[in-house]
């Protein structure tokens, strides 16, 4: 019951949100006095264009084949979680497991060590304290989550890297001429 409560509760902020930006702009365009008309103007025109752009109007092939691989990513996801679970006796319901997943997800988005050291494993663990899981097998699902989901997109990284491009070689000059350009700049 919960989980149709949330989706309804995302449907609602969408159209409430998406319907008001086109609706706001209209409206600062006409409470706006003339001297700021030209400012103002501006601004409403690039809410306008940004609510078009959320309508995705005469887009909805497109809308519905990026949603259709957003929600496989998020099953595929919610389904490690709960293996991982399920290898260490937690019992998670897919609701649970895509609520950790979307919670630690979103907390790799706060600065951390690469991999996302630091961010991923506190939020995993927490939230899985929060649905009930003991703290030391919730550290264990948070590392073994973790290793689960970070290994197979480094060696993917690395096969991509080694099979598109030649490697890190020309990487690594890269950032040597760029950290030297920046140097130069701050002391010149």
Known sequence: MSGVVAVAGVVAFIVIAFGFVGTFSGWLL???????RVRVSALSATLDDFSRG???AGRWR????????SLASWG??????ILVGQSLDIALTPFEALSIAAITVLATAIPSA???????????T???IALGVPPHSALAFAVLVHVATVIPLAIGGLVALSTIGDGLVPLARLARTVED???????G
């Open 126 to 128: 927490t939230l899985a």
């Open 62 to 69: 497109i809308i519905l084949v990026v949603s259709a691989i």
């Open 30 to 36: 006409r409470v706006t006095p003339d001297g700021w």
């Open 54 to 56: 959320l309508s995705g």
């Open 76 to 81: 595929f996801e919610s389904a490690v979680y």
């Open 114 to 124: 690469p991999a996302y050291f630091g961010t991923f494993k506190p939020a995993a």
């Open 181 to 187: 350009t920046g140097a130069a700049q701050a002391e």
